[in-house]
């Protein structure tokens, strides 16, 4: 049976596959998990803006309740602030429910412990061994051992000052463009950055239950990059559904990738001494011309597997506090305890701010090597590493590229979908070697 937690929580079709009844199982497993050392485990639970959302959360404080524990009800508010209010107000964990960059119609459910930090893989697997089992053993409670359920979006305004305070400089004479996405990001934004003195143009913060990341946000910048030109800003920023992430665009209307924001704010602590080791975590996804650069500049890249999880663990081992992902996906660790969007678009806007120049000649430090993903969606993501097809098609791209470039394949950690990358100086020479793999791995996987 497939693992039901993946590398982002557990995700998929909003009543179909995440079902209200799901929900309800995770709220008593987690409950009782939790309730082992704490007789009323609270819960801070968070939800973008999908239509799903209140039936998912209706069934998981149900669930919670029903286990005898306390639900904290916030709203609609990014999955960051989930992190910092569980944290700052010592609950026995947080919740989130939300599907992140995906369509509207799927959601998913994450928890964080009461540290901030994603559950790991062993409590995890405690969790779902409870949520499976065939007879639920759990305790019941009755009278006053019921549950009960609470509700504080006001909360939100701590999160914002909080997330604003991490930046040392007003952003008084810069007008920016953000892209709420119809998403989590909507009301926590446009008041982080009014608040530091920005003239702020706001687009797709209308949320109805169904427009989130519809042709908007980190996975849509079309309608940004247009803003930024007809309003000519300074800068355009970009979050997904649950604003853990952020992209952006340049003043010509460029975009400028989690790699170039990384970039951009490694250097501008570099040039303040404020980068331990000298070194920025990145993951295997991350653009050559990022190591060339940071090279450059006297410091160096720390790289690990993708995934966000793998970035935190390799920060606080070497006790490093900037790291993140080419999907805009950053972690300042001084700050959160996960990817934070709207602290990264505060970062990246007080770099520009301090640099006195413009967002184009920041980016162009990094010279982007050309690099391809392709997705291609399967049936099963089981077996393709033994796969003797398969592996004779990535050997004959590797070969092809030689020391001049790389090809990376993995599968997807939410979708059934394999991802096929390689970088290198020519594209048509990666869009030939790609499709090829991508045709055999179409072949082998249907």
Known sequence: MARLFGTDGVRGLANAELTPELAFKMGRAAT???GKEHQRPVFYIGRDTRISGHMLEAALAAGICSAGGEAVLLGVVPTPAVAYLTRKYRAQAGVVISASHNP??????????GTGYKLPDAVENELESLIEAGVDAMPRPTADGVGFITRNHDLLAEYIDYAAGTVETTLSGLK??????NGAASEAAPAAFKKLGAEVVILNDSPDGININAGCGSTHLEQLQAAVAQHQAHLGLAHDGDADRCLAVDETGLAVDGDQIMLICALEMLRQDTLPE???????????????????????VLVTPVGDRYVLEA??????VLGGEQSGHIIFSQYSTTGDGLITALKLAAALKQSGKKMSELAQVMTRFPQLLVNIRVKSKEGWETNTNIAAAIKAGETELGDNGRILVRPSGTEPLIRVMAEGPSLPDLERIVAAIAGVIKQEQE
């Open 104 to 113: 509207y119609p799927d959601n998913g459910i994450k928890f964080f412990a």
């Open 315 to 320: 920060m606080l081992k070497h006790n490093l």
């Open 278 to 300: 000298k070194t920025l975590v990145a993951t295997v996804m991350s653009n050559l011309g990022l190591h060339q650069a940071i090279k450059n500049a006297g410091g160096k």
């Open 32 to 34: 009782y998990y939790f």
């Open 176 to 181: 920016i463009v953000v892209d709420c996405a």
